[in-house]
């Protein structure tokens, strides 16, 4: 069965630090991959997303996120992050030629001090 | 660009009442779906959609019940509301229901029940 960790509950970083967030994903063969932001009452909307190819993806804000089969990983990252960037990140993952059904890691609340 | 809306925002319900929460999209996507969301656990899947007509169960369907007799609504009922179903509601869509699809979702619902 798919599952996603994000192994960190709450990161607080200061405002121009870089960010990483952490997304683990157990599945049998390589999954879609998505990270998605949410602003305090809000929906989610999709920062970006890996299908195949360049392991590298570029998505939105100045976000990427970079897979690694061999650990399972899709970590998210920021060089420089700002005020607005305090939210909280799901990533999550979906079965190729399945039906489009996501499943959720519990999410990373992140803080950004000034 | 209303995108996905859902209603209401905020609802408080008492044990044993039943409500709707109402979804609709204006974007003529085919594939919609209700998911819950629970602190500490992420997005779980209640039921979806890949057409009018079709619906079928997620991860966590019980005490729910959707109909989709239309293309732009997706309506969630609650049957006979537990505690246990307090939590917030986001109602998503995307163009079709093959994995990979950009999900977008509402704003999100919230729902107490006393």
């Known amino acids: 069965a798919q599952s996603v960790t994000q192994p960190d509950i709450h990161i607080t970083v200061s405002e121009g630090a870089s960010l990483e967030l952490r997304c683990n994903y157990s599945y049998g063969a390589t999954p879609y991959l998505f990270w998605y932001v949410q602003s305090p009452g809000q929906g989610l909307q999709l920062l970006l997303k890996y299908f195949s190819g360049d392991t590298l993806v570029q998505g939105i804000k100045g976000f990427e996120a970079e897979f690694k089969r061999s650990q399972s990983s899709f970590n998210l990252r920021k060089p420089s992050v700002h005020w607005s960037d305090a939210a909280e990140y799901f990533c999550?993952?979906?079965?190729?030629?399945?039906?489009?059904?996501?499943?959720f890691g519990a999410g990373t609340r992140l803080a950004v001090h000034p | 660009n209303a995108g996905v809306t859902q209603t209401p925002k905020f609802q408080v319900l008492k044990t044993g009442q039943s409500m709707t929460l109402q979804c609709a999209q204006d974007m003529n996507h085919e594939y919609m779906s209700w998911y819950r969301q629970d602190p500490g656990m992420g997005l779980r899947l209640i039921h979806y959609s890949v057409g009018a007509g079709i619906t079928d169960q997620g991860e966590v369907p019980n005490g729910y019940n959707v109909s989709r007799s239309t293309t732009e609504d997706f309506p969630l009922r609650l049957l006979s509301a537990a505690p246990s179903q307090t939590s917030v509601y986001f109602c998503?869509?995307?163009?079709?229901?093959?994995?990979?699809?950009?999900?977008?979702f509402g704003e999100g619902s919230w729902l107490t029940v006393v």
């Open positions: 998503a869509s995307s163009v079709t229901g093959e994995a990979g699809n950009t999900i977008y």
């Open positions: 999550a993952v979906g079965a190729p030629g399945g039906y489009n059904k996501l499943i």
